[in-house]
């Protein structure tokens, strides 16, 4: 069990890390939504969202991308569209100038292991 406040312990309960993957992948899907506004640039599909965030403990961001933790140590990775979209269980975005979604081919990621940190970016268009 971590230690209280600090989620330092190598070890969560699963039921934990479920709770906290479904938390972080809300946080992130709310934090790339506010992002998607309409500009001209959507009819190109070429309008850029970036979102930062932190995770408590390695195994909730894994968990949430469903990555394999184990393995060799990486920086930066992509992934499909659908598997983010599955990951953060993204529906798209409407408002009143259409169905804002997530495009392009995938998805980058950056993760910085020594501070639990991570980079989701990509793009967006009606």
């Known amino acids: 069990m971590p230690v209280a406040g600090n989620g330092t312990a190598q070890e969560w309960s699963a039921e ?32 850029k969202w970036s979102h930062t ?22 920086k930066q990775k992509k992934i499909s569209r659908r598997e983010f979209k599955i990951a953060i269980r993204d529906k798209g975005f409407s408002n009143r100038y259409g169905r804002l979604r997530i495009t392009g081919e995938h998805v980058n990621i950056k993760w910085a292991a020594e501070e639990n940190s991570f980079t989701l970016s990509g793009t967006y268009d009606l």
């Open 16 to 47: 934990k890390i479920a709770e906290r993957t479904n938390k972080l992948a809300d946080q992130a899907a709310k934090a790339i939504k506010k992002q998607m506004k309409w500009q001209p640039s959507c009819k190109r599909g070429t309008t």
């Open 53 to 74: 965030g932190v995770a408590l403990n390695a195994q909730v961001f894994f968990s949430m991308m469903n990555l394999p933790q184990n393995g060799k140590a990486w």
